[in-house]
Nanobody
Framework: QVQLAESGGGLVQAGGSLRLSCGAS????????MGWYRQAPGKQRDLVAN???????NYADSVKGRFTISRDNAKNTVYLQMDSLKPEDTAVYYC???????????????WGQGSQVTVSS
């Protein structure tokens, strides 16, 4: 099993910055893709960005040029640097990972608890 723990959320003024971190822990695991999703009240959960073990990235159009995803494979940690934040970025942000555990041939999906990000105008 893999556990994901997020940190770095909070309240920030429009135009400000935050950095989210998510660390994976467990026994006998190897993570393939890691990423971030977000969900605002009354909205569906949407992909913000993800990154492969080799460093290939993908971003939602709404955050391109403002957010940067990165990872430290040695620490099993993914980061999301959020700059030029807007009120519409307000949401609960969820860490996501696909990981191999034990003798499993295919990866399984894991989710963090979620971290609130609030951007005031």
């Amino acid at each position: 099993q893999v556990q994901l723990a997020e940190s770095g959320g909070g309240l920030v003024q429009a135009g400000g910055s935050l950095r989210l971190s998510c660390g994976a822990s467990g026994r006998q695991f190897s993570i393939a893709t890691m990423g971030w999703y977000r969900q605002a009240p009354g909205k569906q959960r949407d992909l913000v960005a993800n990154i492969t073990r080799g460093g290939s990235t993908n971003y939602a159009d709404s955050v391109k040029g403002r957010f940067t995803i990165s990872r430290d494979n040695a620490k099993n940690t993914v980061y999301l640097q959020m700059d030029s934040l807007k009120p519409e970025d307000t949401a609960v942000y969820y860490c996501n990972a696909w990981a191999f555990t034990g003798i499993m041939l295919s990866p399984r999906e894991y989710w963090g608890q979620g971290s609130q990000v609030t951007v005031s105008s």
